[in-house]
């Protein structure tokens, strides 16, 4: 059975860093296009940033870009997003994403940036 578990959310001041985590199982992930999303209270679920198979090609939202980072480790089946300099307006649900010949979602993990 496809799975993608999210971890390493928590509360953080603005200004500081939080490294989440997505562990892919049960699929040949390595052959998805892996996705990072939020979702903030009352707003719609937006994309934030992507990583390619093979190639490992990143993008990232403009809100996002010079402060986080996708990265993955093929051994370790696992998806990370570096955040740094984080924002209030950073905070939100991410949810790990899984594009190819399925399409799988994670159940996101919580992102709080609050002094």
């Known amino acids: 059975q496809a799975k993608l578990v999210e971890s390493g959310g928590g509360l953080v001041q603005p200004g500081g860093s939080l490294n989440l985590s997505c562990a892919a199982s049960?699929?040949?992930?390595?052959?998805?296009?892996m996705h990072w999303h939020r979702q903030a209270p009352g707003k719609e679920r937006e994309w934030v940033a992507s990583?390619?198979?093979?190639?490992?090609?990143?993008n990232y939202a403009a809100s996002v870009k010079g402060r986080f980072t996708i990265s993955k480790n093929n051994d370790r089946n696992t998806v990370y997003l570096q955040m740094n300099n984080l924002k209030v307006e950073d905070t939100g649900v991410y949810y790990c994403?899984?594009?190819?010949?399925?399409?799988?979602w994670g159940q996101g993990t919580q992102v709080t940036v609050s002094s």
């Open positions: 049960g699929f040949a992930w390595q052959w998805y296009d």
């Open positions: 990583i390619t198979r093979p190639g490992s090609f990143t």
């Open positions: 994403n899984a594009r190819g010949q399925n399409d799988y």
